[in-house]
DNA sequence: ACACGGTACTAAATGCGTTTAGCAGCGTAC
DNA sequence: GTACGCTGCTAAACGCATTTAGTACCGTGT
């Protein structure tokens, strides 16, 4: 069997559109950009002939006289599986998505193995091969050299993490996870709770940090003394460690810095004998799609990731074109459900 | 304060290596391209001169001459809530990568609004602007016009979907959806099961039309009737709905084509007072982070996305590069845990 | 008649890596 | 000495959209 014939119809270059309105290749950039030294008669056949070919011009020979990319980057270096559990970077993705349309940029998206030099070389390869202008940095660790990284290639870059953070002078879109933090021990400490324990992400990672933070000191503007914490690094298992941890301390509710450890957590606890929301209260943050199905259904905190995700492409695409906006930082809301209750009567 | 002095340093040229390696720029095209016409001592004093100034082609004048874009896309029309949820698609994109690493091209990504015509446009856009060579087809719709887009446009694509199915004359890589539908079913009669049903995802789509398929062909395989069944939509409400619709036909066992539906129905299930296994088995499909830490942890069907994604990307350059490559099409693998036991003993 | 301005366009340069044609220099054959 | 071939390199063209410099043509003023 021979291959389709017909085949691939070649895309036709400004030469084409040039030729049928009967011009030169100058007058159809001019006409097309809008600029003056064209009349509104020719600009107009112009128009036509574009139309007529379905002409748009090669990003690459663009790119090649304006040193633009027209694409920004984003490199994961996440592992797959982990990176399946988060329904923030969906979010993210859609609303970059939203202000690229406008910009004629594209996302380039790379995910490397796990670790800081494979992720480094992903940004490294991208800027030398001129493939992006710039590059969004998600998953910020304290002491992350990206930032630096980013400057030294000359690419413009967003950091999006916990508010109020140090990104090493790169601007950033700040999502207020403290205040979901903050918000889920407000309600818990409004149920009577005292004993409130906190099951924190993975210590390296800012967003973590801060919302360990962010429990701390919600717990002192209580006037509730801080109670046990544990790391469960994002995952399932670690929850479940951490949860099996903390329950030794007899605590009457646990905060959770993600849905994940949440639901691991839930397991552990009936696993116990415990109830919940009866004997221990609960709460997640993300809300996962899975988190308003469970039985009982997660109290949790959940983000606008779409808004974070515009917030961060609208700021990367100013400092590409060299304008300013200011950054917003779009606050997460506490989600109630069955799994936060008052705690035992006092025995 | 005024901007950090110093700046973007230039990225280097063809012409800079040729200059520091004191010969002209055909001469270093020549040599790091490993083609003859250079003596093996200005090869290395041109390699050593490139590997200084830490220069890398810049592909917008490569996808010039050779009319490459070096890219490969992928738009997806999913609600970002939706495609949140689905471990597939991180994995898939890991495996993607693993093999666009080796063939200098990137991946962009882009995620449009739902709807078809929206999902079109993200083609034909990334497709005039030459910006890639050629892309992935994931969420294969029955009737799907992708395919035939696609070749309009000149763009060599591969799909991704359910083996055996109907893409249209695009080359595909099959996932092998209805095993592991089969094992679930074969598990469950093996365990006693007779009244199996079934919940659906979005009957739009080949790999939920395929995975209902899998079920009926199980069933009869095994001499069952195939019980009720009901579309889910692969979300949480609809799984949850589908339960109870399913319940009053007092099945011993429900296949869902997804775990998120699955985890709901397990709510569903115990609200009704139904405990899990004992009077109720479940399995669900996808083996989300979640599906091992809940209470039950849930029998479900795991694939292995890398492995898919790493093969549509090495049938997707192939088809690029004009090389042919047989594809494979990776087996899912029942995983048994809790929510399955034999069903409460004939009454 | 010629200078001056403005308009509407064209020709040519530009960016950057690859490729092809061309050329210098050397050795060999006759 | 010329013809021929080979090696090792250079110069130049190419692809494509944008931009700048340049030109033809018209009308106006003197």
């Not at 990284?149 to 950033?172: C, I």
């Not at 469970?294 to 606008?304: A, G």
Request: hydrophobic residues 45%; without cysteine.
């Amino acid at each position: 069997m021979d291959e389709q014939s017909g085949g691939a119809p070649a895309t036709p270059t400004i030469a084409d559109v040039a030729r049928l309105a009967g011009v030169s290749k100058g007058a159809v950039s001019l006409a097309l950009n809008d600029k003056p030294g064209v009349s509104e008669e020719t600009r107009q056949r112009i128009r036509e002939a574009a139309e007529t070919l379905n002409w748009r011009p090669s990003i690459h020979a663009r790119a090649m006289l304006r040193s633009r990319a027209f694409a920004v980057g984003l490199v994961l270096a996440r592992d797959p599986r982990h990176l399946a559990l988060d329904p923030f970077f969906a979010g993210f993705l859609g609303g970059v998505q939203t202000v690229l349309a406008d910009s004629n940029s594209v996302l380039v998206l790379q995910v490397v193995g796990q670790g800081e030099e494979a992720e480094a070389e992903g940004y490294r390869r991208l800027a030398r091969e001129r493939r992006i202008d710039g590059a969004f940095l998600l998953d910020v660790r304290t002491d992350d050299r990206r930032p630096a990284l980013l400057r030294e290639l000359g690419l413009a870059a967003v950091a999006v993490g916990p508010d109020g953070a140090d990104y090493d002078g790169t601007p950033f879109v700040g999502v207020r996870d403290g205040d979901g933090i903050r918000d889920a021990v407000e309600h818990l400490a409004g149920l009577g709770h005292r004993r409130i324990a906190f099951v924190e992400g993975a210590p390296a990672y800012l967003h973590s940090a801060s919302r360990l933070a962010a429990w701390r000191d919600a717990m002192r503007a209580h006037g509730l003394p801080a109670g046990p914490h544990a790391a469960g690094h994002f995952t399932g298992e670690g929850g479940a460690a951490a949860t099996r941890l903390l329950l030794e301390r007899r605590p009457t509710a646990i905060v959770y810095a993600s849905d994940l450890m949440a639901i691991a957590g839930m397991s552990v606890a009936r696993e116990a004998g415990l109830d919940v929301p009866a004997d221990l209260s609960l709460t997640g943050f993300d809300d996962n799609p899975e988190a308003a199905h469970l039985h009982p259904p997660l109290t949790t905190v959940r983000q606008d990731p779409v808004a974070v995700g515009a917030a961060a492409a609208e700021l990367l695409m100013a400092r590409i074109d060299g304008r300013r906006v200011t950054p917003v930082s779009p606050s997460p809301r506490l989600i109630v459900r069955g799994s936060t209750a008052a705690p035992p009567a006092a025995r």
